[in-house]
């Protein structure tokens, strides 16, 4: 059972330069995400509700995940800024997109994306972070550092769960060839402002 994994390819430094001279936008687009990420976890749980390990993880983490939103809402308030309307998310759509049908299938694939998905924005998180202390904002790094080792909990929960209702050498072929799709539509997607 593999615990943890390495993503196959690091964002490009052009992301973190492009977040910090827009880091408005980054903020608006974070806040979305970690609100479409709580209602992920709910959505899990209306779909799964038999799973009795994956309902207790989803509900803590839909918790956790609007909690994290209410934070950066209240960053964007203070700077003056609004939410903005949920748009569609190219990466996460691609994913989608590749995701197997088949219920057991399509519930691996969920699973495994999710942690990926997750794997990705704690090493995103990690990067504002270092960028905040470079200019010296010592409150704000803290607080995507500490998202950051979140994000990093989370891809290991549902890599955990994957393993707690699928075989464990169906998980590890399986997550192996999302980590290569991630890195290919990661790397092709253009560079925006955005978490994803």
Known sequence: MIE??????????????CV????????????????????????????????????TAMCDLAVEEMMHFREVTKLIHQQGLILAKDEKDPYIAQLRDNMTKGKQAYFLDRLLVGSVVE?????????????LALQENQ??????????????????????????????NEVAVKLEQWLKLETKIMLDLAIRPALH
């Not at 980054?26 to 799973?51: N, Q, V, W």
């Not at 995507?144 to 955990?160: G, P, V």
């Open 20 to 55: 910090m001279t827009n880091f408005s936008d980054f903020l608006i687009d974070h806040a979305a995400c970690e609100k479409k990420a709580a209602g992920m976890a709910t959505s899990m749980i209306s779909h799964y509700p038999d799973r009795q390990a994956l309902v």
């Open 139 to 168: 409150a704000l790094a803290q607080f995507y550092k500490a998202l950051a080792q979140s994000e990093s909990r989370h891809y290991t929960l549902f890599l955990k769960l994957a393993y707690c209702y699928f075989d464990d």
């Open 119 to 131: 794997a990705r924005g704690a090493e995103r998180f990690a990067l504002v972070a270092q960028a």
């Open 4 to 17: 943890q994994f390495e993503l196959h390819a690091p964002t490009p430094k052009s992301w973190t330069e």
